[in-house]
């Protein structure tokens, strides 16, 4: 197995967002190898504390151990960002200064072929974020109606040949039983989609794949929750630093940020509000940030990251 690393994205862009100069209590959401919480750490004055949620055992492990050097300054906590009040609850924290949220899939786990996220690699089908939940993406390829395939691969890779692929999955494993491999699963979908449309762009496996780790792990239903759930705990001008990788997670984010921002229900040719609802908080950032050239020359996994930040009022 390969040493687990993460290459953190934006870092310069979070910390810009975060300010963790301002001190207190942080929380990296998605601790992964630990890049961010490190550089977040490093800032973070005397009598501060960062807590680093995941739930992929290996990354707790290895980021506990990089982070070791801040002693009590940093705890690990196994489990999903999504329980984030309850995980915190649980240490006796209620309030929080800065959030961050960094919604891709780690390089660890890309990099490693037994994980199966990697449509490049032969592993077995699986793409859990955490090894120990019982639905992989062995279940969803082999155990889904072409229906429902389609479903996932369209609204989740925004794939236009969703039914093609979808249909060429169902009738390999009827005529040759279950699909069990990550090169064979990409070799079924690159043959469903028109030539064609595979000569130029990414690998014709990429949305598709996406969509399954979507599916496997969850991602995306709840997500409009959970943002609302670490908005509540954030206490005034607490900060929250999100990064996404599809357009999806990205509209789910925008969306979240401009309800928190602007939450008034009235008709907008009414003379005045009269729902009283009261902004709790402000857009830092007006559009997306991006990596820069720089960055994406260093790791060309940044190339669809985006960055968005709200301060709670």
Excluded: W
Excluded at 9 to 32: C, K, N, Q, S, Y
Excluded at 97 to 113: A, F, K, M, N, R
Excluded at 294 to 310: D, I, T, V, W
Aim: aromatic share 6%; hydrophobic share 40%; with cysteine.
């Amino acid at each position: 197995m390969t040493a687990f690393h993460h290459i953190p994205i934006m870092v310069e862009g979070v910390l810009e967002l975060l300010a963790p100069e301002r001190g207190g209590i942080f929380v990296d959401g998605t601790l992964g190898g630990g890049g961010h919480s490190e550089a977040i750490l490093r800032r973070l004055p005397e009598g501060s504390r960062l807590y680093g949620i995941d739930r992929d055992p290996a990354a707790i492990s290895a980021a506990s151990e990089r982070l070791a050097s801040f002693g009590d300054k940093f705890l690990a906590l196994r489990g999903n960002f999504f329980q984030m009040p309850s995980l915190l609850q649980a240490q006796g924290v209620t309030g929080v200064d800065g959030i961050l949220l960094d919604l891709g899939v780690s390089s660890h786990q890309l990099d490693t072929p037994e994980r199966g996220f990697s449509y490049h690699e032969s592993a077995p089908l699986d793409m859990r974020m955490d090894p120990t939940a019982g639905f992989s993406a062995y279940d969803v390829v082999n155990g889904y109606a072409a229906a429902a395939l389609c479903r996932v691969i369209r609204d989740y890779g925004e794939e236009r040949f969703a039914g093609r692929i979808a249909r060429a999955i169902v009738q390999t494993r009827e005529a040759h039983g279950p699909i069990t491999n990550t090169l064979e699963l990409a070799e079924i979908i690159k043959a469903a989609i028109p030539a064609a449309n595979r000569r130029e762009g990414p690998h014709p496996a990429r949305r598709t794949f996406q969509a399954l780790r979507i599916e496997v792990n969850g991602e995306l239903e709840g997500l409009d929750q959970a943002l609302e759930q670490a908005h509540n705990l954030l206490r005034p001008q607490g900060r929250m630093a999100v990064i996404t990788f599809h357009s999806l997670e990205d509209r789910i984010v925008k969306n979240a940020f401009r309800r928190f921002e602007n939450p008034c229900i009235c008709d907008p040719r009414a003379p005045v509000c009269t729902c009283g609802r009261k902004p709790t908080a402000r857009i830092l950032t007006k559009k997306p940030r991006v990596a820069s050239p720089q960055e994406l020359e260093m790791n060309p996994r940044a190339r669809s990251a985006k960055l968005r930040g709200m301060e709670k009022l």
